[in-house]
């Protein structure tokens, strides 16, 4: 069944709620459509999971494409493109955000535009107080970060960058333990047993992505990584599930020796979102050796190789 067939009952049930298919003169309405416009040319249809198919005369997705993925009318879905005056209700706004990623900046400008108000509006987390981030410093010499359950890396302190490397060098969206586990970085040079540690983080993550699967910013970082990463997409496709939970990481890390760590988690809130993660040694070797972590490090490519583990 072609777009236009699957989309045309969709299609009928929508215009019926236009008041006029005329263009708008409303400066808003002509911002939106292009707004719009943009946001459906920047994205490529294996980010959302559709095929590519035939000659694109333009990038990104067709406007019949975001019509089927937020379940609306093509017609409709061309006319709000195209700036005209129909009415638009919060249902559709909220699917259309959702067609095409758009991040808490992105949905709440588009709601803006349409002169509409979010039914659902995305907040940011409010939990790096001053408090929390003096926490952290008050943590040395051992690491300690704040961390999602997507597994960015919210703050953090300067311990901690001796083992990732320095993460306000790195873009925004490159914070992410999921995505430095998985991609050339520091962290996965030192992480010991980093095949094993990756099995767990990808349980977690898909089990995290239950409550937030339709959300932006976990769609988008699923692509990232499925797209650049085939371990990760293998792993992905076992769909293993494990909730968050403490344990043992071991790091080697060039400028210190092997280190052994308990890392534990306190939760900041009364779901398992946000945490507070701190690694404490996990014996005498390690004790004596922390006071030696690197505060410092670029993280612009990957870390010097670690020597080899010593045999036990």
Same mark, same amino acid.
Request: aromatic fraction near 8%; charge should be neutral.
């Given at each position: /069944? ?21 263009? *708008? ?5 002509? @911002? ?14 294996? @980010? ?17 494409? &975001?019509? @089927?993925?937020? +379940? ?14 129909? @009415? ?19 949905? +709440? !400008? ?5 002169? +509409?108000? #979010?039914?659902?509006?995305? =907040? %940011? ?11 952290? #410093? ?39 333990? /999921? ?13 010991? #047993? !980093?095949?094993?540690?990756?099995? &767990?983080?990808?349980? =977690? ?6 409550? !937030? ?25 076992? !769909? ?34 946000? =945490? ?8 005498? %070797? ?12 670029? *993280? ?7 020597? +080899?583990?010593?045999?036990?």
């Amino acid at each position: /069944m072609s777009l236009t067939t699957a989309t045309a009952g969709a299609a009928t049930a929508t215009t019926a709620t236009a008041t006029t298919g005329r263009a *708008s003169a409303d400066p808003r309405r002509q @911002q939106l459509a292009a707004f719009l416009r943009s946001r459906r040319e920047r994205i490529t249809p294996e @980010q959302v999971g559709l095929p590519m198919t035939g000659r694109r005369r333009t990038p990104g997705l067709r406007r019949e494409e &975001v019509a @089927q993925l937020a +379940a609306v009318g093509v017609t409709w879905y061309t006319w709000l493109e195209q700036g005209r005056e129909i @009415q638009v209700s919060v249902q559709v706004l909220d699917a259309v955000a959702r067609a095409l990623l758009f991040d808490p900046s992105e949905r +709440a !400008h588009l709601f803006t535009l349409a002169g +509409a108000e #979010d039914p659902a509006p995305v =907040r %940011e987390c409010l939990t790096v107080t001053p408090g929390i981030r003096l926490t952290l #410093d008050r943590m040395a010499p051992y690491p300690a970060a704040l961390i999602n359950s997507r597994y960015d890396v919210l703050a953090c302190n300067a311990q901690y960058t001796g083992i990732v490397g320095d993460l306000e060098a790195m873009p925004p969206e490159d914070r992410n333990l /999921m995505w430095l586990a998985f991609t050339p970085s520091r962290f996965r040079d030192v992480l010991v #047993d !980093h095949e094993d540690e990756r099995e &767990v983080m990808v349980a =977690r993550f898909r089990s995290g992505m239950g409550d !937030h699967g339709g959300e932006p910013a976990w769609r988008t970082l699923l692509c990232r990584l499925r797209q650049v990463s085939p371990a990760f997409d293998e792993a992905w496709q076992r !769909h293993d599930v494990l909730r968050p939970g403490n344990g043992l990481k071991r790091f080697l890390l060039p400028e210190v020796g092997l280190l052994r760590f308990d890392y534990t988690s306190f939760w900041l809130g009364p779901s398992q979102g946000s =945490r507070m993660v701190v690694y404490t040694p996990k014996d005498e %070797e390690t004790a004596a050796l922390v006071d030696r972590l690197p505060t410092g490090l670029p *993280s612009a490519g990957p870390a010097t190789r670690a020597p +080899a583990l010593p045999t036990r």
